[in-house]
């Protein structure tokens, strides 16, 4: 009896923590008092700029423009620990968001009802009860620990010479030339939607807002490029640097697809025509003539710049109804309220940044140890 009381409880167990050496453990739920994370192996004496951190939260947070959910939280950060005189210890950095703006009693027509393609059904299944407030621990609010932890990582890169910027370069079927090199990266900020090139950018901010309009929901993709990336790291069989960017990509909530380099364009081409040629430029530096390979062969980096592509799926919640079955498996009908984004792209672009820094760090400290 103890041994499957024990397996019963081995079975409930979340899994909480991301990384290798740099990890990033989180706790809260989109409706709690607070969401936070505690980051270990955090170099020490690194300088902490904290206006940088409340920045790349700012641009996650909700609230932001007419294309996003109207739940309004400041999303103002506290460092507990970890941190003194304004640089790093080397201990742990914990970290808390306090949320303030839970509206709990819009959910209450679905404490019993499972969402169409929530994981509303696979929380209670594995565990046997959900928070059923926006979502719990399954709402993409948890992802505000990622973006912190994410940058305090991008304060140890950008002293390694190395960038990260993504951008949203589809919604729907407006998209962007599949080459980042075609567009000035530095506009992303400039538009609500975070696309680089503004015509495309009011087409989107356009779509996404008649879509509102019909109380539904659209996807799109985001693309990144991580930029002085060392050749060298990650492994050749188990720990791949792409297979590492993946898992990180595909953990974030609402995404369905992963690719880098030309992706599943391969799959048409031969290879006379994808085959990156190594070029010499004398004193040892060895660079690829191009770069099909998204910076990565072998499972390795190759110091050319690393980008990938990640697929949202429309946001689930959809402000029109909807058949489902309740706990019961009763048929029903759902309509949905509260305040919910037609669009995750726009605030996903930060997110995406955060887990590939915590990647390329991780990867680092683990090539460095």
Sequence with gaps: MMEAAAKEAADTVMANTFGHRFTLTTFGESHGAAIGGVVDGMPAGIDIDLDFIQQELNRRRPGQSKITTSRQEPDQVEL???VFEGRTTGCPIGFIVRNENQHSQDYENMRTVYRPSHADFTYQ?????R???GGGRSSARITISRV??????KLVLRQQGISIQAYTSQVGDIALDRDYHRYDLSLTETNSVRCPDPEKAAQMEQLISHVKAE???????????ISGCPAGLGEPEFGKLHAELGSAMLSINAVKGFEYGDGFGFATQRGSQVND????HGNGRITTATNHSGGIQGGISNGEDIYFRVAFKPVATLLRPQETVDMEGNATTLTARGRHDPCVLPRAVPVVEAMAAMVVLDHLLLANK
């Design 80 to 82: 507990l620990s970890g």
């Design 125 to 129: 299944t594995k565990y046997g009860l």
């Design 131 to 133: 928070d059923h407030r």
């Design 148 to 153: 912190v932890a994410g940058a305090l990582a």
């Design 215 to 225: 109380g539904d929901t659209i996807g799109g993709i985001v693309t990144c490029v």
């Design 277 to 280: 040629r190594f070029v010499s």
